[in-house]
């Protein structure tokens, strides 16, 4: 609870800084700090519908996941299984990745392997409901050969990353 | 009477599970806020024009800079691809814009300090150096099984 505490005072402190740099900035040039922080708001409104969708599914981890059967699912012995249910996770979520830190974060405290992380960050590069427009900027061929080697690579990444970290 | 406190333990369950969630959360949502203040400064700093001026036509390092340039950038993958095009219509190979296509999502230069926060400095950066190197690799075997 105290390292809680003491790691949110450390984030809040960072992100006034930032707010500092900002006011900085305004005092500066005005024109950039405009540009700036119309950039901000978008990502920000862009940002919130997937802040909420990731606050649910950490709820619902929180109640119904319970430490074995992250364990069994996703820890260092889930096999198969544990590669296929990441990637199609990795594939299937939405969003940027920082907003499924938080949840990724709790399913690791849970017993969620280094190697199924890495795994899942890594298929997010492979997005379905983007694939038409692949096709359409880079041709078939191109999205066909990229997609799966991407798969492929995410495997091996997380081998090293087990390995490694 | 067992019903009720059935309901009771649930209740007692559903709040201490929000209670986790919320408190996770409040520390997490600085730290998000603090990413978004990065990268809109890094968007509004760096527009996509600039990406254009990066490549040279050498196949190995075209692709190391395509890796370079997708590590250091951020936002929706459908941005990738709108560049990616872009470069692909100036000339610049397949091998370069796969190496950046697949760099963009993967490493993540800007939320460096973010991922070592949650998962540790050393997960970190082992991840995203093999992942840049994954990158390289991937926009070179692009190249090769297209011209097959």
Redesign the interface.
Known sequence: MKT?KK??NR??M??CI??AI?ALVYFFNKN?FM???D??LK??LQ?FPF?IIV?VL??LT??WLKPDIIKKYLGENSGAKGMALASLAGILSVG????W??L???L?VNGMS?KL??VF??N??V?LH?LP??VL??GI??TI??TV??II?SF??GE??EV?? | MIDDSTNKIQNSKKISALRKTWQSFRVVLPIIVSVILIVSVFITLFPKEYYREFFSGNFILDSFKGAVLGSISIGSPIVSYVIGGGLVKDGVGVVAVAAFIVSWVTVGVIQLPAEYYFFGVRFAVVRNAASFIGAILIGMLTYFLMSL
């Open positions: 809680n790691t949110s984030s809040f960072v992100m930032l707010l900002y950039i540009k700036i922080s950039q901000f990502l920000l940002i802040l606050f950490m709820f929180n109640l940027s990745v920082y907003m830190y938080p990724i974060k709790d690791k280094n992380i890495s960050i890594y997010r590069a997005k983007l427009l692949m900027y880079f061929t191109f050969i990229l080697l991407t690579f091996i990444i090293i990353v490694f970290s």
